[in-house]
C-alpha cells in the first residue's frame, strides 16, 4: 500500500486510542441497540394508522374504478 494511503488509514483510528474514543467504543453497542429499540417503538406506533391509511385508499380507488367502469359502460 502506499505509503500516504498508511498514513491516512492510520490517522483515521487515532482517534480510538484516546481515553474518550476508547469510551465511545464501549458504549457504542448499548446506544445503537437502544436506538434501535425506540425506533422499533416510533415505527410500530404508526402501523395502525398505516393500515387504516392504506385501507381507506383502497376503498376509495375501487370507488373510482367502479364510477369509471359505470360511466364507460354507460
Given amino acids: 500500500m502506499p505509503e ?3 498514513r491516512r488509514r492510520s490517522s483515521r483510528y ?8 476508547q469510551s ?4 457504542m453497542p448499548t446506544v445503537m441497540n437502544d436506538s434501535m429499540a425506540i425506533s422499533q417503538q416510533i415505527v410500530q406506533s404508526f402501523i395502525p394508522k398505516l393500515r387504516e391509511l392504506s385501507m381507506a385508499f383502497k376503498a376509495d380507488l375501487e370507488e373510482q374504478r367502479s364510477v ?3 360511466t364507460v359502460q354507460n
Fill in 68 to 70: 369509471a367502469s359505470e
Fill in 4 to 6: 500516504t494511503l498508511l
Fill in 24 to 27: 465511545m467504543l464501549v458504549k
Fill in 14 to 21: 487515532t482517534g480510538f486510542r484516546t481515553e474518550t474514543g
